[in-house]
């Protein structure tokens, strides 16, 4: 056999690191607010996760992860609402804007186990809906992204329309307590990053699984040839769904925590532009690489800060050109300068597990499917 | 297992691709289907996988394939090459076999990474020649190879039917003559119906050769039959300088 322990060694190690970075290193040397920041981004993290199995490796483009960040984030927030109120049982802001009944749609998340289950299966039922009907309909490539993307447009106009029962535009805001623990106590706010840093290193942990998995493979030959996948007695709308889903689920978790975390959220963290601030994380990082999508989610959420604190109001020049750049001179993101690097020093032949450790697809000829597919990716960015 | 083609017809906006084809592919010999450009020859093949929608019938086993889904036609075991090869680049020789030994696995073995080879893909990248290029991606693979390499996917598939577009356009004389002996190899086991324009290549390797003409059959028989049919030489060998000197050329 060839070296196989060695190639597959890469990414644990990578992983290695990331956890001894996050639950040792950063623990220890951050201020509370800024390790407050850092879970913030671990939930970025926790979505790009997601959007890193269906976009670089499945190939969708899904420019419209808020959506289920915001399921996610919403379920959480109501729950929290409902669990702070007091001797009415009914939140705050309800009394403020309405008339102080609580919708019955609402009254189920009054359970905390149940906020739990609809955070995990609400997410997943609507991607697996939407999923099905897209996918099976072969509607991909740049159709897809947009299709995407209008669901978090919408979802986020629904949320603002809705003053008495979502709080609108200003969303939920000011949790008092998270399962019984109070949000205020910074030891409670340590144990919030410890949990959102811990689900990171799992849902990673998960995709190595995954990626290793003959579904992993699977996933890589109908994101490569789609149409080929057929003659091979596998519908692939099949594979992309699963993955939809699984990512759809990521991202749900990654609201959820973000909730408690940033004691906000608003139809602003789960529109378009939050969306596509998931995705630039992903893209920088390396979008089909095991690490990449989270540690770029990660690097985007801290240069988010600390440029806006040097240069107020310009992070989103900084975050187009940032995009511009990696697309057009690194599209496999930093994993792919890794790689590079790596290549340069070891000089073996192309092997098994290359295309695990490589950024993004060559160049294909003959399949014009993808090729196709991927200028749409572009001209849809 | 014998695939009964009757009466197909296949329509693209009004333009008649496939015209009333019948046509009976049956085990054990090499069939090849021959025509001019635009005689309809992928068109059909298209039309037997799922790809384009056809009226008429195409009985396999106990089902008509024109009303089936692609993938579902795999399952039944009736697989197809293109053209043009298209392998998974980024995945091994190795894992290209291996997804497409996937028709024969449980679905939930999909959560399992692949351990080692089985012997049936060993015995298939022996057969195709490839077992020194397992590891190698696909995409360094020669055209030949990746031709092969198909054949190879048909193969673990376990195919009853394979329908072959071409698999020796633009291969070097060398690859021809290996590609020809391996499928005569396969052939004995299985119904085997290979599109092809090099005339040299049909006279050597074919047992049964049918020739499609604007969406017609026109001709059906050997090699030698077909080289005396009087219709065939008019549409087709009249021309055959300039269907030898342009064997890549794209067919409708």
């Known amino acids: ?381 | 297992m014998t695939l009964t083609v009757s009466d197909l017809r296949v329509e693209f906006d009004g333009f008649v691709a496939i015209d009333g084809v019948s046509l009976t592919l049956e085990p054990g010999r090499l069939h090849f289907l021959i025509g001019p450009n635009g005689a309809g020859k992928t068109t059909l093949v298209d039309a037997l996988t799922g790809l384009a929608h056809g009226s008429g019938e195409a009985r396999y086993r106990t089902r008509d394939l024109l009303t089936l889904a692609s993938h579902k036609i795999t399952r039944l075991g009736v697989g197809r090459t293109f053209q043009t090869a298209t392998v998974f680049e980024e995945l091994s020789v190795l894992q290209n076999l291996d997804i497409a030994a996937g028709v024969h696995r449980a679905r939930w073995r999909l959560m399992l990474p692949r351990r080692g080879m089985s012997e049936q893909v060993a015995e298939v990248l022996e057969t195709v020649g490839l077992t020194e290029l397992a590891e190698r991606p696909a995409g360094v693979l020669s055209h030949g190879q990746k031709q092969w390499l198909e054949i190879g996917m048909l193969l673990v598939q376990d195919s009853s039917v394979m329908l072959l577009d071409e698999p020796v356009a633009g291969m070097s004389a060398e690859e021809r003559e290996a590609t020809g002996e391996l499928l005569r190899r396969i052939s004995p086991e299985r119904t085997v119906v290979v599109i092809e324009h090099d005339m040299d290549f049909v006279r050597r390797f074919a047992d049964v050769v049918t020739v499609l003409h604007a969406g017609k059959v026109i001709a059906e028989g050997t090699a030698a039959e077909i080289r005396e049919d009087a219709e065939v030489q008019r549409v087709y060998l009249g021309d055959t300088v300039a269907a030898v000197t342009e064997t890549t050329g794209e067919d409708a």
């Open chain 1, 1 to 381: 056999m060839r070296l196989p322990t060695l190639k597959h060694a890469y990414p644990y190690v990578g992983w290695l690191l990331l956890a001894v970075a996050l639950l040792v290193l950063a623990p220890a040397v951050l201020s509370d607010f800024r390790l407050g920041l850092l879970a913030k981004y671990c939930c970025y993290a926790i979505a790009a996760v997601g959007i890193g199995l269906a976009w670089g490796r499945g190939g969708m483009l899904v420019l419209g992860q808020g959506l289920y960040f915001g399921i996610g984030a919403y379920a959480m927030a109501m729950h929290l609402k409902l669990a702070d109120a007091g001797p009415g049982g009914v939140p705050d802001f309800m009394a403020l804007y309405g008339d102080a009944t609580v919708p019955g749609w609402w009254e189920p998340l009054r359970n905390g186990g149940l906020a739990l289950v609809v955070i995990l299966v609400l997410p997943a039922l609507v991607a697996g809906l939407l999923g099905l009907a897209v996918f099976k309909r072969r509607i991909k490539g740049a159709y897809f992204a947009i299709l995407s993307q209008a669901l978090a447009a919408a979802f986020a106009i629904l949320l603002v329309g809705q003053v008495k029962t979502t709080g609108g535009a200003n969303g939920l805001n000011n949790f008092q307590g998270f399962f019984g623990f109070a949000l205020f106590d910074p030891a409670n706010k340590r144990m919030l990053y410890f949990i959102a840093a811990g689900i990171l290193l799992v849902s990673i942990l998960a995709m190595a699984w995954l990626y290793r998995t003959r579904f992993g493979e699977l996933l890589v030959a109908v994101r490569d040839g789609e149409e080929r996948v057929r003659f091979l007695g596998t519908d692939p709308a099949n594979v992309k769904l699963a993955a939809y889903v699984i990512a759809a689920v990521l991202a749900s978790i990654g609201g959820a925590l973000f909730v408690p975390i940033a004691g906000i959220v608003s139809p602003d963290d789960v529109g378009v532009v939050a969306s596509i601030g998931l995705l630039a994380g992903v893209a920088l990082g390396g979008r089909a690489s095991l690490l990449g999508p989270a540690v770029g989610a990660l690097l985007i959420g801290y240069a988010e800060t600390s440029l806006s604190e040097a240069f107020p109001g310009s992070w989103s020049y900084f975050q187009g050109a940032l995009f511009v750049l990696v697309i057009l001179l690194l599209p496999g993101g930093l994993a792919q300068l890794l790689g590079l690097v790596r290549r340069a020093n070891v000089h073996r032949g192309n092997s098994v597990g290359d295309h695990l450790l490589r950024g993004v697809p060559r160049g294909e000829q003959g399949e014009t499917e993808v090729t196709r597919s991927a200028s749409e990716e572009a001209a849809a960015r």
